[in-house]
């Protein structure tokens, strides 16, 4: 009985990924893109009709959801809305582009969901526009997470809704801003889309056409990255563009319930977040080192700014976008940028990466470690928001940073394994695993500005989809669906 309700559940949740297909729909049919108007309507057509027969059946119900069934709900849904979002790109037949395989189709739709920004297709602008808008889309849905929006729209999932909501929602300490789930889900989409609706006016006040700029704003917000053009961002060559994309890359990496105080009027814990003024402080330590370090080859201070603050506000947040070949900069300003890869942006947020919350809770443990030395019976705390931190935290913080390491050191060792066959050398590699696992999709060498995932074979694009979606959903949640503890239970 458990895994009928699962599976109804799984198959509402795949109809609201069917519904995101409609605004590319109806594209497709104002263009009259004969192709793209099959690709998307027998996909959605079939999942919704499944759908709305098991919606009806749950306007009853009751649903209680423990740890385990969200867990595996989770990762069953972003897995199969992987594969559902891939229909469209392997379905496209004829017109500009050539036909793309199952394999890149599941690949850039898990690139979308996981708003990782990388791309196996080499032109993109050959896409059809209701394609391009439909990458856009997946990603903008995978930011904030399609299980919250569906906890947001559906209040049958209000019951055991905050057990989906820790597994899909990036950060060790998840907390509710509201004491109803469904009030919580609602508050962070609507700030995602307040935003996101702001994005698209300065980008269309900065000359960028309607459709450009709606696409640009989904993906920034969604820390993606992807672009409607070749050249991505750079293609407009526009300062102010940039530095609007600089603002709201850095705000999407915020933690969105920081905005949530803020329209309550609780100025007061905007400024003693101890995640929110780290994040910021790294920033601007980076952004004015590597200034320092380009003043040189551009020639001019306010120019090197630009891309500075750019470059690292794009790393920092895993948006993973590039207005300049970044590696041809001086070595200094690359080592920055392969370290901002590390960190990501803040917990609750749509970036991916370690987050700055754990950054900080291992620097002050580790402070706390040093005087333990000194005052070997002393006791010692954390003080995360002036507050005691629980030690819960720590060793959860711990745990996930060994996990994540563990996890680039296995993908790099097996994308080094196809060498031979791809002639990647062991730093892209390394980079390549770095820029999966954090969901950022550009890197180095391999993987720098302006190239493709193409180069890589079959099997490791199939990785790459699955540590993609693991790196979203925190690795917890997918792992331990692995591990004996859980299926003893």
């Known amino acids: 009985m458990r895994a009928l309700i699962l599976l109804r559940i799984l198959i509402l949740l795949l109809g609201m990924a069917a519904l995101m297909m409609i605004p590319s729909l109806i594209l497709a049919i104002v263009l009259g893109e004969g192709a793209m108007i099959r690709a998307f309507a027998l996909p959605a057509s079939i999942v919704l009709a499944v759908a709305l027969p098991a919606l009806f059946s749950f306007r009853k119900s009751v649903l209680r959801l423990n740890h385990r069934d969200g867990f595996l709900l989770v990762f069953l849904t972003w897995v199969f809305m992987s594969l559902l979002g891939a229909l469209p790109y392997y379905l496209l037949s004829g017109g500009p582009s050539a036909p793309i395989s199952f394999t890149d189709a599941v690949f850039e739709s898990s690139c979308g969901f996981a ?116 050249a991505g961002i750079a293609f407009y060559n526009s300062p102010f563009i940039d530095w609007v994309c600089t603002v709201f890359m850095l705000l999407a990496a915020l933690n969105f319930n920081l905005y949530y105080r803020l329209l309550k009027g609780k100025f007061r814990d905007i400024f003693t977040n101890s ?32 891309y500075a603050a750019y470059q690292c506000a794009s790393i920092l947040s895993t948006t993973g976008t590039a207005i300049a070949d970044y590696e041809t900069w001086p070595s200094l300003a690359r080592m920055i940028l392969l370290c901002l890869m590390f960190i990501g942006g803040c917990s609750g947020s749509t970036a991916g990466g370690i987050k700055v919350i754990r950054l900080v809770v291992l620097l002050k443990q580790g402070g706390n470690e040093l005087r333990r030395v000194i005052y070997p019976r002393g006791i010692f705390s954390i003080r995360l928001n002036r507050k005691v931190g629980r030690r819960d935290v720590i060793y959860g913080t711990a745990g996930f940073v060994s996990l994540y390491f563990l996890v680039i050191l296995i993908t790099t060792l097996l994308v080094a394994a196809s060498a031979e066959r791809t002639g990647i050398d062991l730093f892209s590699s390394f980079s390549t695993a770095v820029s999966i696992i954090g969901n950022i999709g550009i890197g180095f060498d391999a993987i720098g500005p302006g190239r493709s995932y193409a180069v890589f074979p079959d099997y490791l694009k199939w990785l790459f989809s699955f540590v993609m979606i693991a790196g979203r959903l925190e690795l917890w949640t997918v792992f331990i669906l692995f591990s004996p503890e859980y299926r003893r239970r």
């Open 115 to 230: 708003t990782t920004g990388g791309t196996t297709i080499d032109d993109i602008e050959a896409l059809p526009r209701s394609l391009l808008l439909w990458r856009s889309t997946s990603h903008w849905a995978g930011g904030m997470g399609i299980i919250l929006l569906s906890v947001a729209l559906m209040p049958l999932l209000g019951v055991g809704g905050f057990q989906l909501i820790k597994a899909e929602t990036p950060g060790p300490d998840k907390e509710k801003i509201s004491p109803r789930v469904t009030a919580t889900a609602k508050v962070l989409w609507l700030s995602y889309c307040v935003l996101t609706v702001v994005l698209f006016l300065f980008l269309r006040l900065g000359g960028m056409n309607w459709f450009d700029a709606l696409c640009h704003s989904l993906t920034t917000m969604a820390s993606g990255g992807v672009s409607t053009k070749n």
């Open 275 to 306: 995640e929110g003024r780290a994040y910021l402080g790294i920033f601007i330590a980076a952004a004015a080192v590597v200034t320092i370090t380009l003043i040189p080859v551009y020639g001019s201070p306010g120019r090197a700014l630009r």
